[in-house]
């Protein structure tokens, strides 16, 4: 028998499935060979069998390296109840059973072994695997190497070591999150660069994306969305602080809902407990920080809600990408407003980060908020930032069912990117808007630039508004932003019918500037940078005003926002 067909043997014998998805059969056959490989598959999408199966057809233990003890031990039970040799090395087990599976694995008893990695690149564990036979390692949740990603784990880096200490072992690594930045990271931490690419199309056509830039009554609305669409239905909300979480736990449980909150300050006894529940139980709201979420396979939750704007499309995609894994219809609901763009701007400020590392968090934090302010579909987007281009709107998400209030940018635009175009496609967005405004500083003067005829073109619209417009040109894919981390930005290809007017640019126009108290302002700022510095202006104005002193005394957001 061909390796092909042993291995859909065991995937019907052992697992209990009837045939591959796609890409897994391709995966496991570059594994078999001997070949390194790079998975990018979405969550829910069966990364596990990718490794678990070569594991099995391979002479040696399979090392599989996974960041996170549940979900090592949900797995390892899942493999022992289909029959596997499967054993699990962390700091749960006490120093007897830790000396029984180093044995088990140095008499060649074991097929799969799960590792921490810290665990993994101790030196007598290294001399250890030295010893034995291996069949692949694994590296599961890949992006977790990503010092830019938000799942860092400093362990991780050590995990380049397995390069050298085991030249003829296959090694794969595999992650749900897949931007170009993190694709790389891996590659190059990891020392991937022969390793075949897997990419696999991240759609995830049954879930519905809904935003909503009101959060007045974010809570209300909450509740009216579980009861008008999910009673009785499992869903995740997700909090930015654990306070929040708790919170919003209990006036959900008030409210007749059956909501549980989770999060990291929480005993391990009620987190797993909880777990347990919204795991078991039918119809369970798991209020939850991100701390909740990663390796859970629950297939029928039905609503995923972020109460807090997430601080990349990354985190947002992988969040919400735990509704509808069943492939029924499911819903993504995200709320955002403008102290949520204060707080996550000082948590990278307050950050002991270096510079460079600010820079990316700052411009994930924009391509984030350029998302809400979408007025084309959001899936289109959403996909485009993964590198999944698709032609058509999805007719599916809340800008295609209700299209937006908008105003016509393309005039605008077209000045955007005749400016970054004379300016030689590699500054940032500050520098394009201070060309446009035609501001005469220092900078400008060296590079010459007060002479291109882009200066002072642009002075019908004031910073706040380009900057949203800026960040709807990047959002749409018209503009690139170098992945170096100095935000220079180029021109992409697709913004030639643009330029040359073929298609329009569309930008919202904020539901706050529709009603009441924004409305009387004079300046109609546009999207939510511009009115969040409108809001910060009127609070200085007052608080100027109640202190008796002139405004520009007061000059600390943070403390005029608490
Ligand atoms: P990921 O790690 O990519 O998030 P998992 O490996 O945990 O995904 O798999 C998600 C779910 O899909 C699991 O319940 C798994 O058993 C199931 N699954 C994986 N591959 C197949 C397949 N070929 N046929 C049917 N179900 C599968
Ligand atoms: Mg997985
Ligand atoms: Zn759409």
Known sequence: MNTRDTSLQILQQVFGYSSYRQPQQQIIDTLVRGEDALVLMPTGGGKSLCYQIPALLRSGVGIVISP????????????????????????????????????????????????????????????????????????????????????????YIQLSALHENFPGVPRVALTATADELTRREII???????ARHFISGFDRPNIRYRVSDDSSNARQQLLRFIQLNYAQQAGIVYCLSRRKVEDTAIWLQKQGIQALPYHAGMSQQDRANHQDRFLREDGVVMVATIAFGMGIDKPDVRFVVHMNLPKSLEAYYQETGRAGRDGEPAEALLFYNLQDVIT?????????????HKRIETQKLERMLGYCELTSCRRQALLAYFGDVQKEACGNCDTCLNPPETWDGTVAAQKALSCVHHTGQRFGVNYLIDVLLGKNNERIQRFGHDRVSTFGIGTELDQKQWRSLFRQLIAQGYLAV??????????????????????????????????????????AYQGVQGALWEALRQKRLELAQEQGVPPYVIFHDATLMA
Not at 71 to 97: F, I, K, P, T, Y
Not at 498 to 523: A, H, I, N, W
Request: charged letters at 30%; aromatic letters at 4%.
């Open 68 to 155: 996170l003890i549940a979900l090592m031990q949900d797995q390892v039970a899942a493999l022992r109840q289909a029959g596997v040799a499967a054993g699990a090395l962390n700091s749960a087990l006490s120093a007897e059973e830790d000396a029984r599976m180093r044995t088990l694995l140095r008499n060649g008893e074991l097929q799969l072994l799960y590792v921490a990695p810290e665990r993994l690149m101790t030196s007598g564990f290294q001399s250890l695997l030295q010893q034995i036979d291996i069949a692949l390692f694994a590296i599961d949740e890949a992006h977790c190497v990503s010092q830019w990603g938000h799942d860092f784990r400093p362990e």
């Open 188 to 194: 190059q931490r990891l020392k991937l660069e022969r």
């Open 344 to 356: 996550l701007r000082q948590f990278v400020e307050q950050s002991d980060a270096d510079e460079l």
């Open 482 to 523: 170098d992945q170096e981390g100095h935000g220079g930005l180029r021109l992409s290809e697709s913004c030639r019918p643009l330029l040359r007017g073929e298609v329009r640019l569309q930008l919202r126009r904020l539901q706050k500037e529709k009603s009441g108290k924004l409305r009387k302002q004079r300046t």
